[in-house]
């Protein structure tokens, strides 16, 4: 028996072989106009300075995280820090100014020290009951008592914040799941996303610029970004792109304008603690 020619089998049969042409070239126009309408938002100018606003952003969050753990690990007030920056700026500028605020910390630091006798030790010499020298080593001791007593105070401090970002890291594991789900499904949904997504992310910094706090809990977090996706989809409908409007599908969530941005802030003090 001779061997089938598989070409005459109706089992061996190419399926796109069996496409309609007309079908065929239908999808090759949509793919061409795809990627044309992709390289158009790419070049877009918003976009690119969107593109440009993320990096300066992660950049900018990376700098913040490494200022805030320095200042936790080191027991650091916002207060303190402005402090510090004050003085370098004088130091620089006014060392005459900078003279009298470093006069002023020496005197602290005596203070701190047990270098500077507290009433009732002075009392006592003024009476002749202790000597200055014997006053002078009981203050330093307990001097150094109370900065023991301080690093303790800053070590448990420490550990409870680490107990705080423990939680916090478990909260936002949830929070990108969430976020992750919901995005893989809007995926789905609208091919344009992935190419949006950058718009998307400073739509939601937008967002959370007018709260005192970041996303509530995983729920919450998922609103925000259907959130931001409206905004992000009807900015881009403004951007009267040629061909096919990106972002028109429906959406998830009902989009609200920007909130009023914070009022500024008042001096460098002010700043500081806005910011750490």
């Known amino acids: 028996m001779q061997p089938k020619d598989p070409a005459s089998d109706p089992a061996k049969k190419d399926p796109k072989a069996e496409r309609d042409p007309a079908q065929q070239a239908q999808q090759k126009d949509a793919a061409t106009d795809r990627a044309a309408q992709d390289r158009e938002l790419s070049k877009h100018p918003r976009f690119r300075e969107v593109l440009a606003e993320r990096d300066g952003f992660q950049k900018d969050a990376e700098q913040f995280r490494e200022i805030t753990r320095y200042m936790d690990e080191q027991g650091l007030s916002h207060d303190e820090v402005a402090d510090a920056i004050e003085l370098s700026a004088l130091l620089r500028n006014d060392p005459a100014a900078a003279r009298d605020v470093v006069q002023k910390i020496a005197e602290a630091l005596d203070g701190t020290l047990g270098n500077v006798l507290s009433d009732d030790l002075k009392a006592k010499v003024d009476s002749g009951e202790m000597t200055e020298e ?12 109370t900065r023991s007593e301080r690093r303790v105070e800053t070590v448990t401090a420490a550990q409870q914040r680490t107990q705080d970002e423990a939680q916090m890291r478990e909260r936002n594991t949830g929070i990108l799941k969430a976020v992750g789900t919901w995005e893989a499904e809007q995926l789905k949904l609208d091919p344009d996303f992935a190419q949006i997504k950058p718009l998307i992310g400073v739509m939601v910094r937008n967002i959370l610029f007018g709260r005192k706090e970041g996303y509530k809990d995983p ?46 802030p008042k001096d460098l003090r002010d700043a500081l603690s806005r910011a750490l």
């Open 134 to 145: 014997a006053a002078l080593e009981v203050s330093r001791a307990r001097a150094k008592t």
């Open 219 to 264: 729920a919450d977090a998922v609103a925000v970004v259907k959130q931001a996706y409206a905004m992000a989809t009807n900015e881009i409908k403004r951007w009267n792109l040629p061909g096919k409007k990106l972002g028109n599908h429906q959406s998830g969530g009902g989009g609200q304008g920007n909130p009023q941005p914070a009022s500024a």
